[in-house]
């Protein structure tokens, strides 16, 4: 077998407290990447100082420059001569000194063009990051195709920005990230390798931390976000299905979990809910909102500089 040429990628600002360990993690990695590339989009702290002490390639950006789409495909353009491409976030910390090639692994023996690993969540999450993570990131491995589209919707077209590779060459064909969405570049992404007679993957032995405890009103801006994308991006609504089902499918296993034992956090889990399906809906109708209303309303606010 030949061996691939693989590249990893990491856009940061701010890095904080965890970025010392995610470095040490990657460290530890028993797969020897070719190149690893940070893209820092002007940092005030040490993130940029402390990552080139690890020997790592750093690019700076202007914060206006960042966009979830055109900023991973400048890391596309910067990595040369590879076959795949591993997009991480900074606070997905590597779970195992093995999981950069388990996920290789499995994207070179599934003959898939994406596959994205499995997340723990982190040691500070709350029960309802946890479920999160548990719902969406199960424990057994699979490979979606064109094919099981009218067996699993929407959830055809999941994968994680936070961790994910890619095949340089089938990204590049579907024309790389999409530069004008809010987010889920790499939901666009999958949509478009699916579409394009392509397969995308999901590898449970291949691990990270990586969880949020959300405030409400950052539920609402979250989901208010992804609203935006889903009415801009409607052509993946209609080809692969509504999300609101998979939403009411994650609530009610939501509600198993918490029964019998956090019965007293049900008012509240009813509560996020609600501000995430209101987000939702608001996002949906952002075209008659004006646009210093979608700023406020938005977790991914510098979006709203550039598009209207």
Known sequence: MIKLKVGLCVPTLNAGERWSTWLDALKEQTFSLDQILVIDSMSDDNTVALAE???????????????????????????????????????????????????????????????YGKQLPHDDADILAIHARQYNYKDESYVYSEADIPRCGIKT??????????????????????????????????????????????????????????????????????????????????????????????????????????????????LKTLFKYAGYRAGLKEAILPRKLKYFLSMHRGFWFSKG
């Open 157 to 270: 077209v999941f994968l994680s920005n936070s961790f994910a590779a890619y095949r340089k060459d089938d990204l590049l064909s579907v024309g790389g990230f999409p530069e004008d969405v809010i987010l889920a570049e790499d939901s666009y992404v999958a949509a478009k390798l699916i579409l394009a007679g392509k397969k995308v993957g999901y590898c449970a032995s291949s691990v990270v931390f990586h969880s949020h405890n959300y405030t409400l009103m950052e539920e609402f801006k979250r989901y208010f976000d992804i609203g935006v994308f889903h009415t801009r991006q409607d052509w993946i609504r209609k080809r692969f299905g509504v999300a609101e089902g998979e939403g009411l499918r994650s609530v009610v296993s939501e509600l198993r979990l918490m029964f019998p034992r956090y019965l007293y956090l049900i008012p509240y889990a009813f």
């Open 53 to 115: 002490s690890y020997g790592i390639n750093c690019v700076k950006i202007n914060r206006s420059e960042f966009n979830h789409g055109g900023t991973r495909n400048r890391a596309l353009s910067l990595l040369k001569g590879l076959d795949v491409v591993i997009f991480m976030t900074q606070d997905a910390i590597l779970a195992s000194d093995t999981s950069i090639e388990q996920l290789v692994d499995f994207l070179d023996d599934s003959g898939a063009s994406a596959v």
